[in-house]
């Protein structure tokens, strides 16, 4: 949390539950995304909102209303609901709902993979071996290399 008076800072933290991520970007400084009882991505206010390394934290962006956003766009909802817990799910709790998911999410759950320093995220999609096809994560390596191989 960032200090509310500058002059008194206080040693001490605050953890904040919302599904918001616009209030979180007002009050934070580190986020955990929590999917399914598990951390699905963590980083700092910056990296998760300039790039977040999650498809749970891309749902969870894209839904954010803005003031200047067009009116008759509707706002994007992440389609699905969350896990029956009492049935935890063998994968990724997130594949139901994820636009990305492939046959090993299903099946395993990914570890947590460091993607850069003080950020970390649990999906197959950063995995090394992972296809860049319909991966948002590699859209840009697949794009460098695309162009070149064409020069
Ligand atoms: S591990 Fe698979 S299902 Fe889970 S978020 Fe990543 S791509 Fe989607």
């Known amino acids: 949390m960032r200090p509310c008076c500058p002059q008194k800072v206080a040693i001490c933290s605050i953890i904040f539950i919302t599904h918001d991520l616009g209030v979180v970007a007002e009050l934070c400084d580190r986020v955990v995304v929590l999917y399914g009882g598990l951390v699905m991505e963590e980083a700092g206010i910056d ?4 790039d977040p390394k999650h498809p749970y934290t891309l749902g969870l ?8 956003q067009d009116k008759s ?5 992440i389609p699905g609901s969350p896990p029956d817990m009492t049935k935890p799910p ?4 997130f594949a139901p709902r994820c636009q990305y998911a492939r046959r090993i ?3 395993e759950l990914p570890e947590m993979t460091q993607v850069a320093q003080g950020h970390r995220s649990r999906c197959w999609l950063l995995d090394p071996e992972a ?13 460098r290399h695309r162009e070149e191989g064409a020069s």
């Open 47 to 50: 990296q998760i909102f300039e």
């Open 61 to 68: 962006l894209a839904s954010i209303p803005s003031v200047d």
């Open 73 to 77: 766009r509707r706002l994007q909802p």
């Open 90 to 93: 063998k994968g990724c709790p």
């Open 105 to 107: 999410c299903a099946e």
């Open 131 to 143: 296809p860049a096809e319909q991966n948002p994560f590699k859209q840009e390596t697949s794009k």
